[in-house]
């Protein structure tokens, strides 16, 4: 540990990290990503001098992309993005890096969204969607990555990590499902491997999701939609003691186009109290969340075109699942002249049955394919950071320093069912496993037009194994140092330009390092993989304002890995694969001609391949080259308003050669309403507003349907997208 530090603090002392933030700028106590600046002087010394700097004003548009309003280029500050102070009070990200952006909880609601998870799409280049049902984790894409159910893009909602490890459906696992989409404050979006705060699961991007302390007005609202969808919330805050207390909880009923139908059971609850200010403060939030639901998972396309089912039918009728979560978690910052400390620690407890049949009867002719995977963790954790500023050599300098923890207790298994009974254990094992970051960075700014950034995290992990296959059980631990760096140039013209480089990781389900037969018939050999894997990345961009109420940047990277994780299709699960490298280009633009009105277009292209040879190719399944959105919104606090949303899913390589490819789609949302004087507001959301045939998500593997031969038959697997359907929203404010 001493070697650890000593390393990390000569980094450190002999370097520049990420940009101060400008005067009078704000910083909000929840958010775990990062630290306001404190300034020292230590005794005898002489005070340190501030560079001016513009101020930024606040955001006054309700429903922009960019996160801030004035007419001087974006800086930067500490941990990789600056807080600003966003119209509702949300600390505004404002980047080092060209693809670092934050949205407001405005933004992320003022367009329509079929499922909670959706709201995510804010992110520019992210897919968000689903190929089973509505308790089950999202499947997410990003930057020319299947990244399934959460691997590679870390999430954290009020600074509780939501991407779990050794997960029973697969690596990475992260279930918003919880989330209330009225609550959030701020999304706070960094991508790549550059940042010495994030580890496990960044490596494409991280998004921190942050809640309100405080409701402007309470609120209560209905909504009622086709497919017999209904959804309740109501949500408020008020004095208590020298704190605040909000309160919130939503219901939700929906079954969905499909056959069999869905039958989600939603229950979601949010208790919070906060007091104090963002620098010296606390709060406490709990959280319980609840679902039970019926599953159309992915099925064989032949089974469609053969008219066994229809578009919207199930293979499978008894496929599901049940999930539940309940935590506790804490913030507390305080600022002295020593710097600014902030620690953030959290217990979860959550719960989850999957049951899915994803090749009907290809490995059991008789009672058919379902299996039944169980997670069943405890996990603890906390993050500790301090930030002080000092004098490098002269220059403005700020340090953060910072430790990362967190132990999972796990229960996880895997079963062969049948209309969701035990038929068999396949393996079920006891797993504790836990990590420690420890990391720090330093930004100088050694002119009003350069700043430069590195850093260094040591990340360590050491797990557990006790297995029902005894071979399999095992100790596991590794340990990996990934050093970051960036740059900043500008502003000239109202553009700065943005260079960044880093090595960053992701971890393996820890059952696969320990692991050495078969689960099944415990005899054949099983290769180990390794418990943590590398990554390295660098991007270059830029962020211009030059033209009058347009924000537009352009950011150009590469991600390499030593081994790519898959989702296995007809698995249900998560594999380590070959080494890979993505290159690719976004650019995203923000318009905003007038106060009440908003255009956005955001693209990005990807090159996904494998980089080893293999006579199967080099095609990576699932990655997609195109991704696009446009988006349309207007209004303002009261009288008319809408929306139209626009999201392109570029065709994407079922398998390595590319012979077989996905569909594309292109699905429009749209939403009018009327906001009145006293409070209420009517809404229509119109989703899939030109009903589009397409899919949600398709895979390319063998499954045998009843009668056909018994070594399967590949074909494409298919998730339709739901047809147009509305949903008729009252809301009420006071």
């Given at each position: 540990?001493?070697?650890?530090?000593?390393?990390?603090?000569?980094?450190?002392?002999?370097?520049?990290?990420?940009?101060?933030?400008?005067?009078?700028?704000?910083?909000?106590?929840?958010?775990?990503?990062?630290?306001?600046?404190?300034?020292?002087?230590?005794?005898?010394?002489?005070?340190?001098?501030?560079?001016?700097?513009?101020?930024?004003?606040?955001?006054?548009?309700?429903?922009?992309?960019?996160?801030?309003?004035?007419?001087?280029?974006?800086?930067?500050?500490?941990?990789?993005?600056?807080?600003?102070?966003?119209?509702?009070?949300?600390?505004?990200?404002?980047?080092?890096?060209?693809?670092?952006?934050?949205?407001?909880?405005?933004?992320?609601?003022?367009?329509?969204?079929?499922?909670?998870?959706?709201?995510?799409?804010?992110?520019?280049?992210?897919?968000?969607?689903?190929?089973?049902?509505?308790?089950?984790?999202?499947?997410?894409?990003?930057?020319?990555?299947?990244?399934?159910?959460?691997?590679?893009?870390?999430?954290?909602?009020?600074?509780?990590?939501?991407?779990?490890?050794?997960?029973?459906?697969?690596?990475?696992?992260?279930?918003?499902?919880?989330?209330?989409?009225?609550?959030?404050?701020?999304?706070?979006?960094?991508?790549?491997?550059?940042?010495?705060?994030?580890?496990?699961?960044?490596?494409?991007?991280?998004?921190?999701?942050?809640?309100?302390?405080?409701?402007?007005?309470?609120?209560?609202?209905?909504?009622?939609?086709?497919?017999?969808?209904?959804?309740?919330?109501?949500?408020?805050?008020?004095?208590?003691?020298?704190?605040?207390?909000?309160?919130?909880?939503?219901?939700?009923?929906?079954?969905?186009?499909?056959?069999?139908?869905?039958?989600?059971?939603?229950?979601?609850?949010?208790?919070?109290?906060?007091?104090?200010?963002?620098?010296?403060?606390?709060?406490?939030?709990?959280?319980?969340?609840?679902?039970?639901?019926?599953?159309?998972?992915?099925?064989?396309?032949?089974?469609?075109?053969?008219?066994?089912?229809?578009?919207?039918?199930?293979?499978?009728?008894?496929?599901?699942?049940?999930?539940?979560?309940?935590?506790?978690?804490?913030?507390?910052?305080?600022?002295?002249?020593?710097?600014?400390?902030?620690?953030?620690?959290?217990?979860?407890?959550?719960?989850?049955?999957?049951?899915?049949?994803?090749?009907?009867?290809?490995?059991?002719?008789?009672?058919?394919?379902?299996?039944?995977?169980?997670?069943?963790?405890?996990?603890?954790?906390?993050?500790?950071?301090?930030?002080?500023?000092?004098?490098?050599?002269?220059?403005?300098?700020?340090?953060?320093?910072?430790?990362?923890?967190?132990?999972?207790?796990?229960?996880?298994?895997?079963?062969?069912?049948?209309?969701?009974?035990?038929?068999?254990?396949?393996?079920?094992?006891?797993?504790?496993?836990?990590?420690?970051?420890?990391?720090?960075?330093?930004?100088?700014?050694?002119?009003?037009?350069?700043?430069?950034?590195?850093?260094?995290?040591?990340?360590?992990?050491?797990?557990?194994?006790?297995s029902d296959t005894p071979e399999n059980s095992g100790n596991a631990q590794a340990t990996i140092t990934s050093p970051k760096a960036g740059i900043?140039?500008?502003?000239?013209?109202?553009?700065?330009?943005?260079?960044?480089?880093?090595?960053?990781?992701?971890?393996?389900?820890?059952?696969?390092?320990?692991?050495?037969?078969?689960?099944?018939?415990?005899?054949?050999?099983?290769?180990?993989?390794?418990?943590?894997?590398?990554?390295?990345?660098?991007?270059?961009?830029?962020?211009?304002?030059?033209?009058?109420?347009?924000?537009?940047?352009?950011?150009?990277?590469?991600?390499?890995?030593?081994?790519?994780?898959?989702?296995?299709?007809?698995?249900?699960?998560?594999?380590?694969?070959?080494?890979?490298?993505?290159?690719?280009?976004?650019?995203?633009?923000?318009?905003?001609?007038?106060?009440?009105?908003?255009?956005?277009?955001?693209?990005?292209?990807?090159?996904?391949?494998?980089?080893?040879?293999?006579?199967?190719?080099?095609?990576?399944?699932?990655?997609?080259?195109?991704?696009?959105?446009?988006?349309?919104?207007?209004?303002?606090?009261?009288?008319?308003?809408?929306?139209?949303?626009?999201?392109?899913?570029?065709?994407?390589?079922?398998?390595?050669?590319?012979?077989?490819?996905?569909?594309?789609?292109?699905?429009?949302?749209?939403?009018?309403?009327?906001?009145?004087?006293?409070?209420?507001?009517?809404?229509?959301?119109?989703?899939?507003?030109?009903?589009?045939?397409?899919?949600?998500?398709?895979?390319?593997?063998l499954s045998r349907l009843p009668g056909e031969p018994i070594g399967g038959v590949a074909d494409r697997h298919v998730h339709p997208a739901e047809?147009?359907?509305?949903?008729?929203?009252?809301?009420?404010?006071?």
């Amino acid at each position: 540990m001493r070697r650890v530090l000593l390393r990390i603090f000569s980094a450190t002392a002999s370097s520049a990290v990420l940009m101060l933030p400008a005067e009078g700028q704000e910083w909000t106590a929840s958010q775990p990503d990062q630290l306001p600046p404190v300034t020292i002087t230590a005794p005898n010394a002489t005070p340190p001098k501030r560079i001016a700097r513009p101020k930024q004003p606040q955001n006054r548009g309700a429903r922009s992309r960019t996160a801030v309003r004035s007419n001087q280029p974006v800086t930067a500050g500490a941990g990789g993005v600056t807080p600003g102070t966003s119209s509702d009070g949300a600390a505004a990200l404002q980047p080092t890096a060209a693809s670092a952006i934050s949205f407001t909880g405005e933004q992320v609601n003022a367009v329509p969204f079929v499922r909670v998870g959706e709201a995510l799409e804010v992110v520019p280049g992210l897919i968000v969607t689903q190929h089973s049902g509505e308790g089950k984790a999202n499947q997410y894409f990003l930057r020319g990555f299947n990244l399934d159910h959460g691997t590679d893009l870390s999430i954290k909602v009020d600074g509780m990590p939501v991407n779990v490890p050794t997960h029973g459906h697969g690596q990475g696992y992260a279930d918003i499902n919880f989330l209330i989409p009225e609550l959030i404050q701020s999304v706070n979006v960094r991508k790549g491997p550059y940042y010495a705060d994030v580890g496990d699961f960044s490596s494409a991007g991280s998004v921190a999701i942050d809640y309100l302390n405080k409701l402007p007005k309470n609120l209560a609202e209905v909504t009622f939609g086709s497919f017999d969808y209904r959804r309740g919330v109501a949500a408020g805050s008020t004095a208590v003691g020298a704190g605040t207390m909000l309160a919130a909880v939503e219901s939700i009923k929906y079954d969905g186009p499909w056959d069999v139908p869905d039958n989600v059971r939603k229950m979601n609850g949010v208790l919070r109290y906060s007091q104090g200010t963002a620098t010296d403060g606390l709060t406490l939030t709990a959280m319980a969340y609840s679902n039970g639901w019926n599953s159309t998972d992915q099925v064989a396309q032949r089974a469609i075109d053969q008219g066994i089912i229809g578009r919207f039918g199930s293979l499978d009728p008894t496929d599901g699942g049940t999930a539940s979560r309940f935590s506790l978690s804490g913030n507390w910052a305080q600022s002295s002249e020593y710097g600014q400390s902030k620690v953030n620690a959290y217990v979860v407890r959550s719960d989850l049955q999957l049951f899915n049949n994803f090749t009907y009867f290809l490995d059991n002719p008789v009672n058919g394919d379902q299996f039944n995977q169980l997670d069943r963790r405890t996990l603890g954790g906390f993050d500790a950071r301090h930030a002080f500023d000092w004098r490098f050599g002269g220059f403005e300098t700020q340090t953060r320093v910072g430790m990362q923890s967190r132990y999972d207790d796990i229960h996880v298994g895997l079963f062969k069912t049948e209309q969701r009974a035990v038929l068999s254990t396949v393996r079920e094992d006891r797993v504790q496993e836990g990590n420690v970051g420890i990391w720090a960075d330093t930004t100088t700014r050694w002119n009003d037009w350069l700043r430069t950034t590195v850093g260094i995290r040591e990340d360590v992990f050491a797990g557990r194994v006790l297995s029902d296959t005894p071979e399999n059980s095992g100790n596991a631990q590794a340990t990996i140092t990934s050093p970051k760096a960036g740059i900043v140039l500008g502003p000239w013209y109202k553009t700065e330009f943005y260079g960044n480089a880093g090595y960053g990781l992701h971890s393996n389900d820890i059952r696969g390092a320990t692991i050495t037969v078969d689960p099944i018939d415990k005899v054949t050999p099983q290769d180990r993989v390794p418990l943590l894997v590398r990554s390295k990345g660098a991007e270059l961009g830029f962020r211009t304002k030059a033209i009058e109420g347009l924000t537009s940047s352009v950011a150009v990277f590469v991600l390499d890995f030593d081994s790519e994780l898959l989702f296995v299709g007809d698995a249900g699960t998560t594999e380590a694969s070959r080494p890979s490298r993505r290159v690719g280009v976004e650019w995203v633009n923000q318009y905003k001609p007038k106060p009440w009105l908003s255009f956005d277009l955001d693209v990005a292209y990807t090159r996904a391949r494998f980089t080893d040879f293999d006579a199967a190719g080099n095609f990576i399944p699932g990655a997609p080259a195109w991704i696009a959105s446009g988006a349309i919104t207007l209004g303002s606090e009261t009288g008319w308003f809408g929306a139209l949303k626009a999201r392109y899913f570029g065709p994407r390589p079922l398998i390595e050669d590319d012979s077989v490819r996905s569909l594309a789609s292109l699905i429009f949302n749209a939403r009018a309403g009327y906001r009145f004087d006293n409070g209420l507001k009517l809404q229509l959301d119109v989703l899939n507003l030109f009903n589009a045939r397409t899919n949600q998500i398709e895979y390319y593997y063998l499954s045998r349907l009843p009668g056909e031969p018994i070594g399967g038959v590949a074909d494409r697997h298919v998730h339709p997208a739901e047809p147009l359907a509305v949903r008729l929203t009252l809301a009420g404010r006071f």
